[in-house]
Nanobody, 126 residues
Framework: VQLQASGGGLVQAGGSLTLSCIAS???????MGWFRQAPGKERVFVAA????????YYADSVKGRFTISRDNAKKMVYLRMDSLRPEDTAVYYC?????????????????????WGQGTLVTVSS
């Protein structure tokens, strides 16, 4: 399976963007996640969705502003980002977890995901 993320761009603070991630090839997923990496910083968890149930999880920093969703038939996952802030500026990556997470906190770990998209840049101007 390959993942391709898209939808990034330049937006003013307070604006919105929707990122998309499409899977190609033989696809098996337990859950999908979005991570982001700001310049000079580590890649960090943003949100995750259980592929079968649709249950969602969010980092505290984006809770109430971002919404993750998935379309099983299209093999796509989305990240709707509202009320964007300059500190949301980062490269955003989608990732796929093919087996059950090893713990409740595992979905927030980069190491728990087997397949990664190439990233899409989101820049929020003040």
């Amino acid at each position: 399976v390959q993942l391709q993320a898209s939808g990034g761009g330049l937006v003013q603070a307070g604006g919105s963007l929707t990122l998309s991630c499409i899977a190609s090839g033989p696809f098996s997923s337990y859950g999908m996640g979005w991570f982001r990496q700001a310049p000079g910083k580590e890649r960090v968890f943003v949100a995750a969705v259980m592929w079968s149930s649709g249950i969602t999880y969010y980092a505290d920093s984006v809770k109430g502003r971002f919404t993750i969703s998935r379309d099983n038939a299209k093999k796509m996952v989305y990240l709707r980002m509202d009320s964007l802030r300059p500190e949301d500026t980062a490269v955003y990556y989608c990732a796929n977890r093919m087996r059950p997470w090893t713990s409740g906190l595992a979905k927030r770990l980069v190491s728990e995901y087997q397949v990664w998209g190439q990233g899409t840049l989101v820049t929020v101007s003040s």
